[in-house]
């Protein structure tokens, strides 16, 4: 009975390793701040499943509120003094999951001052309320972007930060900045650096939908099922084997659980933590073109572009370091099964009879989000409030 429950799990994408959550154990309030975004909803999805209660706070510039098929969405701002006041004494928050940020390394660099407000700035804000209400318990997605042009292959934790663009730079900053709220204030962090988080939750439910897209899978599945009409390669002439640039995908269902486990080893106590997540396998751009192709059976149009500043040639993770102390095992380690995923999401979420061309998927969520919801009207119209408090 005990196996075929956890193969069941298994099978639905859940994970007996972090699902430890006993029945009888008090439910425990997590607020997921950006949590209608890409990896975010996939937390929030995986937090429920787990026996957590997600409060996710997003202010939906990005995320979709159609994403968030769990817990309590409050729409507003990561640095609105008001709405984090009303959230931490609505909601006994255990710990938060930060993972609002904007993300766009070369608009990063054409407008640096969006992305230091953005995920500095406003980030301070998120740590001042929580130090304020006593919740000293985060888990902040960082990224290899911290790293800049490895020294050496692959990236441990002891490798020197020195970041090439200014999103980069806004990921190190804070990590410098919760070092410093630890020795002030007890803030305990662990900060999970992404490689490149790729897939979709293997049930279908959700799915990579950035808008503009600029994330490798998302932009060649929309070549190969003829939403864009080709594959942009910026530059083919980097020092990898087939010229063009080396990274290291991580399923985004690998990336919930490391956070899952991340936040069970805070709960049982554990110290501020540094983790490089990644597969510590590289593929080039051909490499994963080559494997789209082999999926969805046909050719996909490609075109050649220059180089993009910031882009480093190869990032490859050594996890060692979070396999060995979160026990983070990936399970969709494997390339194909990442495209295969993505795939599966891109078809059924934009094929012509979920959503006829060319009419952009985000666009047309975010005229939902446009009757937004304030959160007096979320917190007022909370069935639920009463009886999770
Ligand atoms: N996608 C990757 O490959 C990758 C790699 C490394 C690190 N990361 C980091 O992971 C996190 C999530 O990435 P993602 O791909 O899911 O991005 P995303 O853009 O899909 O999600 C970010 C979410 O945060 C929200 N948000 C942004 N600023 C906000 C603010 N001021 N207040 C409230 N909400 C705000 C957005 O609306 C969006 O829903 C980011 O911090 C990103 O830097 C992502």
């Not at 006593?134 to 911290?146: D, E, G, H």
């Not at 790293?147 to 490798?159: K, L, T």
């Not at 808008?211 to 980097?238: C, F, V």
């Not at 180089?307 to 190869?314: N, Q």
């Amino acid at each position: 009975m005990q196996e075929r429950l956890m193969q069941e799990r298994l099978m639905q994408g859940g994970s007996m390793q972090t699902d430890t959550m006993q029945a009888g154990t008090t439910p425990r309030h997590i607020l997921v701040v950006g949590g209608a975004g890409y990896i975010g909803s996939h937390m929030v999805k995986r937090l429920a499943r787990a026996g957590y209660l997600p409060v996710i706070l997003d202010n939906l510039t990005q995320g979709r509120r159609s994403a968030v098929l769990s817990g309590h969405l409050i729409v507003g701002e990561m640095a609105d003094r008001a709405a984090l006041e009303t959230i931490f004494q609505a909601f006994p928050i255990a710990a938060v999951m930060h993972f609002a940020s904007h993300i766009e390394v070369g608009e990063s660099l054409a407008a640096p001052g969006k992305y230091y407000e953005n995920n500095i700035g406003n980030t301070i804000g998120l740590l001042n309320a929580m130090v304020r209400h006593k919740v000293l318990r985060l888990i902040f997605s960082s990224s290899a972007a911290i790293f800049g042009n490895p020294v050496y292959i692959p990236i441990d934790e002891y490798h020197p930060a020195a970041p090439i663009n200014p999103y980069g730079y806004s990921k190190l900053v804070v990590e410098q900045m919760l070092a410093d709220f630890e020795r002030a204030y007890g803030l305990r962090a662990i900060c999970l650096r992404y490689f490149n988080a790729a897939g979709a939750d293997p049930e279908g439910e959700l799915g990579e939908c950035h808008d503009p897209e600029t994330h490798l899978i998302p932009l060649i599945l929309q070549a190969a099922s003829g939403r864009r009409p080709a594959l942009t390669i910026y530059g083919s002439d980097y020092e990898t084997p087939d010229g063009t640039c080396v990274r290291d995908y991580v399923h985004v269902q690998d990336l919930c659980d490391a956070h899952l486990l991340a936040l069970q080893a805070l709960l049982a106590g554990a110290g501020s933590a540094r983790y490089n997540l990644g597969n510590g396998n590289g593929y080039s751009i051909v490499d994963v073109i080559k494997t789209a192709e082999q999926l969805c059976g046909h050719g996909i149009a490609q075109r050649q572009a220059p180089r993009r500043a910031g882009d480093p040639a190869i990032l490859i993770a050594d996890s060692t370091l979070a396999k060995k102390q979160l026990h983070w095992t990936p399970r969709f380690g494997d390339i194909a099964t990442i495209v295969k995923h993505a795939w599966q999401w891109e078809q059924n979420h934009f094929s012509a009879a979920a959503m006829p061309a060319p009419v952009l998927p985000a666009e047309n969520d975010k005229q939902d989000d446009k009757q937004r919801t304030t959160l007096a009207d979320t917190l007022a119209a909370n069935d639920d409030l009463a009886k999770d408090r």
